[in-house]
Each structure stands twice: as structure tokens, then as C-alpha cells.
């Protein structure tokens, strides 16, 4: 049984509130790769925090982009800096994080998050963890 | 059964200490309205932080207006926006933040947080997080 | 915007190892109804646990179900017998459970659970509760 | 201010699954009374668990019944089977568990339990604790 | 059974260490007072954090203090900011800050937090949060 | 500066409702005594659970019983046996457990528990543990 | 990339201690596989307990057993009496119960647990939870 | 650097309330040894509980005992049994049993637990969990 | 009994690596004294933090010296400002923060913390705090 | 039975991504050395933040050198400045903090954190703490 939906596509639509400097957090826990030397299951929580310019990521596309990891060799520090590469050219935000924290291999739990700056001036407002959390 | 009570109507009173700029936090962890494109119901908390200037939001009228989106359909990112446009609109605050943190769906967790600045040179005294949680 | 997916009928399916008693836990975060009194709106956890006889309740529709009481007035003592009878009605099966945790009222927590033996000498092995939790 | 609408009096309805013994649980982290030494306020969470037989406890007037210890003077271990007696005054239940948690004084945490069996060969069936908790 | 020994009387004693700014954190879960519209209990903790200039809170006097409010109708907004006004006029600090956690109302949870600046240039060290905790 | 007050007096009051099986749990976090080898500090939570008979133990001779281990040497296995069988000597209790949490010592967590049966017949009713805990 | 490592083999060693009734416990967070209606993929925790008879199950060889199922279908309730009757087979053991605790779909939470009773008489002796989790 | 102090030898104490059963519990986080196969460390949690008859273990011998694994290989199914036997034969309990928790390896957490029972009609009394965790 | 090694007296030893401003943290939750004006003990956690200069505190000896306090009479303002300056006179350190967060009393948790710069310029880098807590 | 595979050599692999700050934290729970003095056995949680530049640490290598501590002595203070050491010694990096929390020994937590600013002018964008724990 193959996955087919899965794609590199990623989808937008546009930003609802261009005029406000607002954040949006997606958090994916369901993140699976593959181990480029050993081919050996990897497993993580993806964390996207953005401050949307024109244009937002539509769900389910972004879904869709994470699953097309699930049969490739991906090296933690690489692919999270592939991820937020991918991400900030399908929508241009004013900001962008993307965090990975991979399950522990060896005894060793590994974290990789990397930042864009698009447009100057921008900076993040809110810790947008939640809350409630 | 339909419920009649909820309404889009913010009812206000006046600000006890306008000499202070003190900040109020309202946590409400049972909003749901409906996902626009599949009539599906969606759930999150929305967590507003405020530095009031001379008028407050009344705790019940807040609590219907919340009610009022139950069978409306909202995108995550406008509906932040516009529940933090409606509020500023009612009690013109020094500051303002919406967050709300929707649950999971299709295995991603969303969280989108808006901010108001109001008077200009008002700064978040302290994070109103709850100190004993 | 009304949700016309919503419907009171349960699917199921075929046990596909119907020569073994074993236990299936399905925990709904979502659920919300009425207030019969209030028309306010009222939320819960539904805990369900059964072992099957000769069908399994499909998720789907489940889902489904449970949607069914959004706009419906429901007192927490009588729901929750109502969707055991319903569940009852649709699996036969040899065991069931339904706990419903409602959301504070009135400063009040309220856990509704009832249960149901079909088949005489079906006791429940294992606390099918989430080891990992 | 003195509160008027507290009583002595509670409340009940028909039970509507009079055929079948299934749990209620009401917990209620809101309780407070005096401390018939030092007239001291004391506080405690209360938690009710029982199976209905004709009657059940009307949520209300438990609350305004637990409200009206407020300016009393309690002992811990009396206060617990006073309520356990009152309540099974009111719903002669099957089976009813009243379960104190009084605060910390004096550097020791009192919790006190107390059961009443009213129908012969009625046992809890499920620890009706909050699964999800 | 009436509670004679609250009182709206803050007594002090002299600050051990004025030459060092340092702060005192004074967490009261056990604060209770009354809706001034329904007459109903209000439950919250009291989170108090200061600077003390010549002058310290006696602990004793603040529980007293913290008691008279038990019988007192209070709107959340307007009594933590008369808590604040109380033990600044008290003991006159350097910064002092009072946040009110509330028991959840209508399913929704409020915190107010206000903040004094005694002597300018004061400003808070460290986060006197509980750092084991 | 000694302490004078504590005492290895348990005092003890009627029994409000001899004619139930109810269970009082009493926890000390705060029970601290001596290395008998190397007269250094031990720190423990103490937990008592019993099912009175005719008398009960007043809360505060407990606590100064506790304290009078402040400068004593206690063996772990030894001093639970001795609280047990001090604690039912003084009211004779129809059941009765003392539970001691030791913090850790030489990267060793112990934990003693003892039990004494009064009554033949009496088993423990319901697990007096915080059931919101 | 594709993994060539998993296998559908599992391999078995002696049991050091045969003598004796005792549990292993084996808890695996990271299983995936697909939905077999949508190929979606789904994320499960597989909690494995058994008394082992003659033989054991050797770690490394369940690892890539529980690999095989990435790219395959599988419904959760036929994927977990399917594991526990291939690990069955592999080692005929006194006593297994096999429980899978599925991520949540469509806002619901599902777990899934079954049991095999080899050598009669074998009954589980202690709770193989974590004790210190 | 050597550690010399470690040692299989197994020290005890008389039983100072040989008349009762009651149960002494130690945790131990602290515990390493080898991966027989790979040579790379292995960490666990070994949890002791016994009803001790005569004799009791211990403390620092105890320590000193599981230190003398550091170095050597130990398959976590035959190591647990082996502990168990070592301590039996030390000091003939009433009733023992071992639990290891090993950290995760391969992304599987092992727990392996066995019992002994001393005296016949010795059942574990209480579960000597700590109470309060 | 009485505890004889206590002692006043603080020993150091040379800072390993005096080129770099690096943070040492300390938590020590086993620090009881006496109330002054009760003679009641009273308990807290001690959570030392400090960038060394030419001098290191001896772990041991920082034991005894908290030790040393058993039987004093100490105020909780006071006695944490003591523990400062002691810490400071000994090791004379470029920063040092020292936090008591002492046991509940009279329903409130108090903490207090007090912070000394040696070298001017020096500022804490990161948040010694437990980042895997 | 020897460790023979550790190894004080870190290897290293091309940085990825130069162009951009992004920071890599590896937290490993299982380091254990022994304590220069007692011989004894000490364990920590090794937790390594950094961003690097031309040069990243390979993730086995950097579990082969903490393993190479199992049989050395090493004090608390020395040896997490000489982890950091060795690290930017292997790459060079614009910014690098290594924190020990050690276990508890003397009843006292230890916890040693120092940073190194290779490129001036980096610093550290985001808490790589992870988000979703
Ligand atoms: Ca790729
Ligand atoms: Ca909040
Ligand atoms: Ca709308
Ligand atoms: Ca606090
Ligand atoms: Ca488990
Ligand atoms: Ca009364
Ligand atoms: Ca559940
Ligand atoms: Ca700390
Ligand atoms: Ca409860
Ligand atoms: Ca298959
Ligand atoms: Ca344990
Ligand atoms: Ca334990
Ligand atoms: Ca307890
Ligand atoms: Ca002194
Ligand atoms: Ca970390
Ligand atoms: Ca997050």
C-alpha cells in the first residue's frame, strides 16, 4: 500500500489581515523520515511559527509537503533547514521559525530550529506557545 | 433546541483604575464554531490578555459572544483577527492580545496570536500567565 | 453556516477476530450538546470501552453520532445511558462502557458512567486505559 | 453582603435509568468552612460518587447546599458523614462515597471517606475516576 | 459560627536588609469572596510579589487581611487593584506587584495582575517564580 | 532556640460516627529526624491511613508527636513500626497504615509501609488517595 | 529510500529463567503504518506484557517486525490481535497482552488491547506499569 | 580511576518487627551496566519491594551491590532475575519482587519485573507506591 | 542525638576555570529551621546560583553550613539575606542569587530572593535553570 | 567486560547550511563518571546547545566521547567547562553552551552551565527549549 497524495506541493491562500503583524503556530507531531545511513526509522515534532506577509499555508498542503518526508533519508540539521528553505518560498512571511525535535537515537534527543528574517523590522511579538499548555 | 442567547453585542463598564495601567487575561477553553469548507466542528481556547483604558469587558456579554460563533464557519487566522478587531472596537484598550489554540486536525496543532497597541508607549508589564499553574 | 453531516445512525463492521475478547477504547475530547434548562452550551470527554461480539463500531461515523448533539438539549445523567443504548442497539456487544466527564458547572465536575454486559461471564480483562498515559 | 440563596435543602429528579446501576461523580473544588476551634476558614475539595436508585441529586441545589457550610464551624471527620447522611437522606441512593480533601494546616493534608451501601449486593463496577485525567 | 479575627489592619515590621534590593513572593490559594451581582462564592489565588523598601509585610496580618474579604462583594478587576493600593499604602515598596487568579466563571478563567513602581529605577531582578516548582 | 512544645502525647477525641467503617488518611510532608550512624538530617512524608474505632487522633498533638523525632536517631524499618504501633496503642483503631517516603539517600529511595488489622473483618474500603490528584 | 531491513521474522532466544513467572514489558512509541481507506498514515504507541514459557523475544528482531507495517494497511482493531498472534506464534507464551494506543482521527482518541492466555493457571502478578512514571 | 568499593556481597540487619508483614520498598535510578552484544552502557531503575522475614537489607551494601554491574554485560531479562535471586538468598524474604526499568533502546522501552514468594499466604498487603508522587 | 558536624564554617577551593564567567547552580530542598516566634519548624527549598570568580564553594561544606540552621530561629526576609552574605564573604563571587521558596504557612507560600553583584559588568548569561525539567 | 568503542576523538561533517544562524541542541540523559574523591558513581543529563559554523558534531562520535567519562574521575565544575572545551575545540562555532544537571548528592542538585561566543556578534536567537514538552 503506497501513499500517493503526498507532494512537495505547497499550497496558499491569501492573508486575511495583511495590516496587522500577527502569528500563526503550527505544531506537527506526527513528523517521520528515514535515517540517511542506517535507513532506519526517524521520528519528530515539527514546530512552524510565522508572521504571515501576503500570504498564509493552507493546511492540509502543508499536511501533504510533511508526509513526502515519510521514505526519505533526511539528517536532522539538513531537512529542518530544507523545511523552513521550502516554506518561505511558497509564502514570503515577514518572519518564520521551524523547530525539530527528534525522538532520542543513542541516548542522545536532538533539537534543530532555524529562523528567516524576511522583511526588517519584523520581530516576534508574542511567544505564541500556547498558553494554556 | 436553538440557543437564542448569544449575541455579536459587547456590553462594557467603566475601568475602575484608569490611573493604572493594570492587565486583565481571560481564558475560555470551550469556543467551537464550524471548519467553512467541511461543516465540521472545531474546537479551541481563546485567551485574551488586556490593558484596559476606560472601559472593561463585562465577563457575561464576552461569554455570549463567543457563544455566537458556534454555528458559524471560521477560518482559524481570520477569526483571531476578528475577534480581537471586535473587542478592541468595544472597550478601546491600551493593548490587546487574542490567542487562540485550535485542537488538532488532520494531526496539526494551530495557534494564532494577534496583537493591538492602542495607546502608543503601552508595553506588557507582566506575562499574566497564571503564576500558580 | 448548519452541519447537515451529523446523523443518529452508528455503522459497524465485521469483529475480525470475533474468537478473542478483546477490549476497544475510543476517547472523544469533543463533545458538546445543550443545557435543557440554560440552552447554554455544555461540553465533555466521552469514554467508550466494549468488547465486540460479532460487529465493531465504525469510527466514522461515530464521529458522527456524537456530532448529533450539538443543538440538542441533554442532561448528563440521561445522555449518557442513551449513547450506551444506542451503542448497545447498533454492536450487541459482549461488554460496554460509556463515561461521560462534563466540563465545571456551577463549580461542579460531573462524571456520568454506565455499563452494559451482553454476553453472561464477559468480564473486562485488562483497564484499558492508555498504559503510555 | 450575606448570601441568601444558600440551603440546607436538596433537590432531586426522577432517575431517568432506574433499570440499570451506572455512577455519578461530582467533584466540587470549591468548599469552605470554619474551623470550629479557631473559627479559621478551611477549605476542601469534595468529591461525590454514587448509584442512583429512584432519585437523583439535582446539580444546583448541591451546590447551594455545599455553599451553606460557608459561615459554619466543621470538624473534618464529622462534616464528611454529615454530608454522606444528608445526601443519602435526600436520593437514597444504592450506593453512595463521599470523599473529603481538606487543604494543608499545620503542615498535614486530611482527606476523609466515608460509604454508604443502601441496596444489599450493590458494588461500584468502574472507579468512576476522570479516565481522561 | 462569624469570623471575628479578619481585619483590614496590615501591620509591618522593619525591612532586615534595606540596602539590598530584594524580593519577597507571597502565594495565598485560599483567598474567597462574593459576586457582587448573584451574591455567589468567588475563589482565587493571590499571587503577591514586592520589593520592600523600609518596611515588610507581617504574614499573619496579610492572612487576616486576605480573610475580610470573605463576606465582601468584589468585581475581579476592582479588588485586586484595592489589594495592590492596600499593602503599597502599607509599606510603601519599591515595586510591588498583586495577580489574581479566579476560579473559572462561566466557563471562563480571569487573571488580573497589577503593578506599582515605588522608588524609580527600581526594577524586578528576578522572577521570583518558584524555581523548583 | 529548642523546641519545647512537641511531645510523644497523642491526645485523641469521640468518634462522631462509630457506627460507619469511614477512613481518615492524615499526610505529613514535613517529618524530618537523624541518621542513627552519621547524625545527619533524614526528611520523609509520612502518610497515615485508618478506620477509627471508638476515638480519633486529634490533628495537632499528630503534629507535635511528628516534631519530637526532630533530634531523634531513626532507623527507616524501625520508626514506621514504632508511629504504627504508637498511633494504635493511643486509639485502637479497627484498621490502621503508616506509610514513610524517605527522601533519597546514596541514590536510594525507601519507602517503608506497615499495616495493623483491629477488627477482624475490616478491610479497607475505598483507596483514600487525593482522588484529585 | 527504502527500507530493506524490517522483516515479518521474529527471532527468539531461551528463556534465562523458565522456572519463574515473570513479566517483560516492551513499550514502543514510534509505530506507523496507513490508514487502508485513505493511506494516510497513523501513529501508534504498542504496549507489549508477557510471561515468556520457554522462550523470549529477542528486541532488536520486534523492532524491525514492527517496521514491517509502515507502508501496509492496516485497521487498528485487526493490526493488534494480528501482532499479538504473530508474537504468539513466535515465542507460546504463558500469558501476552498486546496494547496499541492510536493517535487521534477525526477528533478521536482509540486504543485497542488483547490477550492471550497460554499456560492455564497463569494469571498476571504485577501491573508491568512503569513503576516510577 | 578504579571503583573498589562495589561488591556482590549482600550485608543485613535483624528484622526489628519480625511479628508483622510489612513492606519495605527502595528505588534505585541510578543503576548501569553493559549491552552484553554491543558493549555500550545501559541505564535503568530498579524497584525492590519485599516483606522481609528475619532480615533486612542493607542500604549501602545494597548501593554498593548494584554498583558492582557497571562493567559487566547484562541482558535485561536475565540480570532482573538474577538481582532477585541475590537478594533472596541474602536475606529469605516473606515475599520479593525486582522491577527493572531500562531507558530506551532501538526506540523500545523494556520493563522487567519478577517476584518470589518466600512464606506461604504472604500476599503483598499495600502497593508501596509513594503515596504522595 | 545531637548533630554535631554543622558548622558555620564554609569551605572553597580554586576556580577551575577562572577566564570564563560560567553559572553554578545548587538547589538544596532539604533546609529546615525554627519559626522565632512559634518554635515551630518550618521547611523550604534553597536554590543558590552563582558565576564564580577566583573561588568555588565546596559542596560538602555548603551542607553543614545549611545544616547549621536546624535549631535557629529564623525569620524568612532575614535568614536568606544571611545565607548571602555568608556565601558572598566566602567565595566572593562576580554574581550570586540565592532563592528560598519556604514551606506553606497559614495558607501562604512565601519565597524570597536576593541577588549581590561582585564584578560590575558581569550579568547573568543564561537561566541556570534545569532545562531538562 | 571492557568498553573498548569510546573514544575522546569528535568527528565532524560540513555545516549544512552556513549562510544562516540556525542552533542544534543534543541532550543526552545518560552520563555518568565517577567522583574524584569517593570513587563513587555520579550521573547527569548532559544537555549541549550551539550554533555552528563551517563544522557540525556527528551525533555517534559526540555519544562515544561522553561515554569516554564512564571510569573517570571528573568535579562537577571542571568537567562541564572542559566538555565545552573539547566541543569548540572540534568546531568552532559561532556560539555554544553546555549545561550538566547532576543528580542529587548530599540531598544537593547540581547544575553547571557555561557558554562560549566564538563569531561576535552571534547570539543566541531562540530557546531551543523543546516547544512542545
Ligand atoms: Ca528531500
Ligand atoms: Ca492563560
Ligand atoms: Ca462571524
Ligand atoms: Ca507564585
Ligand atoms: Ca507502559
Ligand atoms: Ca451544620
Ligand atoms: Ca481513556
Ligand atoms: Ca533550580
Ligand atoms: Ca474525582
Ligand atoms: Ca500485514
Ligand atoms: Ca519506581
Ligand atoms: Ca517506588
Ligand atoms: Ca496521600
Ligand atoms: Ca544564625
Ligand atoms: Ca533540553
Ligand atoms: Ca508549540
Not at 497524495?5 to 528515514?34: A, G
Not at 501533504?64 to 533519508?73: A, I, M, Q, T
Not at 523590522?121 to 500556547?130: A, E, F, L, P, V
Request: charged content about 30%; overall charge positive; hydrophobic content about 30%.
Amino acid at each position: 500500500m503506497s501513499k500517493k497524495q503526498s507532494s512537495k506541493e505547497l499550497e496558499v491562500f491569501t492573508n486575511p489581515n495583511p495590516d496587522r503583524d500577527y502569528e500563526i503556530n503550527m505544531e506537527c507531531p506526527e513528523f517521520t523520515c528515514l535515517c540517511p545511513k542506517t535507513g532506519q526509522p526517524d521520528f519528530a515534532t515539527i514546530d512552524i511559527t510565522y508572521i504571515p506577509d501576503k500570504l498564509c499555508i493552507e493546511l492540509k498542503s502543508l499536511k501533504l509537503y510533511l508526509w513526502s518526508y515519510r521514505d526519505e533519508g533526511a539528517f536532522h540539521e539538513k531537512v529542518i533547514n530544507e523545511i523552513l528553505d521550502d516554506l518561505v518560498k511558497a509564502c514570503r512571511p515577514r518572519y518564520m521559525q521551524v523547530v525539530g525535535e527528534f525522538n532520542v537515537r543513542g541516548g542522545i534527543y536532538t533539537t534543530v530550529s532555524a529562523e528567516h528574517y524576511g522583511k526588517s523590522g519584523t520581530k516576534r511579538k508574542s511567544k505564541t506557545k500556547r498558553p494554556s499548555s
